[in-house]
C-alpha cells in the first residue's frame, strides 16, 4: 500500500511522501491501524512540505511517525476466586514538544500496540489543535473490564499503576480515561500512584472525581465538545442543528452526551448503539433512561427497547442505515464503513463529526468527501475531551475549580477556535471546506514548528 498524496499535492512532495511511508511500514509491520492513521496525515501533507522545505530537511516526519518513548509492560492480578492472570500494559509517549505527554488509557481486549500507537499518533495533532500545552501520548491494556467485580477491577489498577507510576507525572506523562477507563478506574490508579510515590499530585492523572481535584464538565466535554464542533460546521454553512435528526453510535461516554447536547441544541437524536446491535427510537432518546442502563447499571442497549415501548431493538451493525441530518460516531475506530457512507450520503445526510477515534475508514470519508458533506475527523471534533484535561491540570495546577458554566463556555471557544483554525488552514493550502487537511496541516504546524525550534529531539 502506498500513502497516495491528494491531488492538491505538488509532485516533489510526493517523492518526499511515499518512501517514508514505505519506510514506515517496514518497521512497523503488522500495526494496521497505525499504519491508517499515518496514511490519512501524510496523504495531506503535501502543500504544507511544499511550501515549508525546512521541515523535509529536519526530517520532522520521520521523527514526528516515531514515538519518543514505548513501554510494555506486565500485569499479573488475580480474580475474585484467585485464579492469578496476566495481561499486558502499554504507554506509548509519543511526542512532548508542546507539553508533557498527554492522553487516555484504554482497556480492552483488543488492545495491542498497533492500536496504542495509532491513538497515540493521532493525539499529538489533536492536542497541539487545542492550542493548550500538551503533548501525545497514549495507553492501556488488553484487559476485559466486562463482567469484572469493583475488586477485581481495582487490583487491576493497582498492579497496572505499579508499574506504570515510575514513568508518570504532572510535568512529565499525564494519562486519562478512554474506552472501558471511567471515573472509577481513575480513582483506583489514582490512589495507587499516591501510595507509591507519597505525593499528592493532583495533575498527574484527568478524569478525577469532583470531590479530589477534578473538574466539571470533563465527563461531558468530549460528546459536548463535537456536537458544538459540528454546530460550527453547520453554521459556517448559515445552517444549524436546530430540528435535525441525528444518528449516533456507541452508548459510552462520548455517546451519552453528544446526545445530551444534540437535544439541548433542539436536536432529535434517534439512535444509539453498543456491540450487539442499536436502538431506534423515532421520539428521541429518553437520556435519563439511557444513563440509568449505562452509566449506573453498565447494562446493555436491549435493555433500552425493552423498558420503553416506543424503541425498536436491531441486533448487528446497521445503525448507519437509519436517515438522518447529522451522523456522529461515537463508537470506536473503524465502525462507519464505505456502505455506511453510501447509504448516508443516500439518505441526505449533511455533516458527519467523529466522536471516537478514527470511526470511518478512509473509504468512507472518500465518499462524504465526494459527496460535498462536511466531514469533521476526530482530531478536531473529538478533542474537547482532553481540552477539557488541560482545563483540569490549569485547575490542578493553580490549586482552583471553576464553576460548570465557566468550564463550559471555555470548552466552547475552543472548539470555536479549533473549527476556526481547520476551516482557515483548509482554505490557505488550497482545500477549502476539507477539514481532514485543515486539521492534519494545522496540528502538524504547531508540532513541527516547535520541534524545529527545539533542536534535534
Ligand atoms: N481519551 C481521550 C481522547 O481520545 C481523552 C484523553 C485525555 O483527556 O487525556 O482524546
Known sequence: MTATPDSATPPAAHRVIEPLYAEILRRNQGEKEFHQAVREVLETLGPVLAQRPEFVDARIIERICEPERQLIFRVPWSDDSGDIHVNRGFRVEFSSSLGPYKGGLRFHPSVNLGIVKFLGFEQIFKNALTGMPIGGGKGGSDFDPKGRSDAEIMRFCQSFMTELHRHLGEYTDVPAGDI????????????????ITNRYESGVLTGKGLGWGG????????????????????RSQGDSLDGRRIA???????????????????????????????????????????????????????????????????????????????????????????????????????????????????????????????????????????????LEMQQNASRDSWTFAHTEERLAEIMRHIHDSCYTTAERYGSPGNYVVGANIAGFELVADAMLAQGLI
Open 180 to 195: 472501558g477507563v471511567g471515573g472509577r478506574e481513575i480513582g483506583y490508579l489514582f490512589g495507587q500512584y499516591k501510595r
Open 215 to 234: 473538574a466539571l464538565v470533563r465527563t461531558e466535554a468530549t460528546g459536548y465538545g463535537c456536537v458544538m464542533f459540528t454546530a460550527e460546521m453547520l
Open 248 to 390: 449516533v453510535s456507541g452508548s459510552g461516554n462520548v455517546a451519552i452526551y453528544a446526545i445530551e447536547k444534540a437535544q439541548q441544541l433542539g436536536a432529535t437524536v434517534v439512535t444509539c448503539s453498543d456491540s450487539d446491535g442499536y436502538v431506534v427510537d423515532e421520539k428521541g432518546i429518553d437520556l435519563a433512561l439511557l444513563k440509568e442502563i449505562k452509566e449506573a447499571g453498565r447494562g446493555r442497549v436491549s435493555e433500552y427497547a425493552e423498558r420503553r415501548p416506543e424503541a425498536r431493538f436491531v441486533p448487528g451493525t446497521g445503525v448507519w442505515s437509519v436517515p438522518c441530518d447529522v451522523a456522529l460516531p461515537c463508537a470506536t475506530q473503524n465502525e462507519l464503513h464505505e456502505a455506511d457512507a453510501l447509504a448516508l450520503v443516500r439518505n441526505g445526510v449533511k455533516a458527519v463529526a467523529e466522536g471516537a477515534n478514527m470511526p470511518t475508514t478512509p473509504e468512507a470519508v472518500r465518499v462524504f468527501q465526494e459527496a460535498g458533506v462536511a466531514f469533521a475527523p476526530g482530531k478536531a471534533a473529538n478533542a474537547g475531551g482532553v481540552a477539557t484535561s488541560a
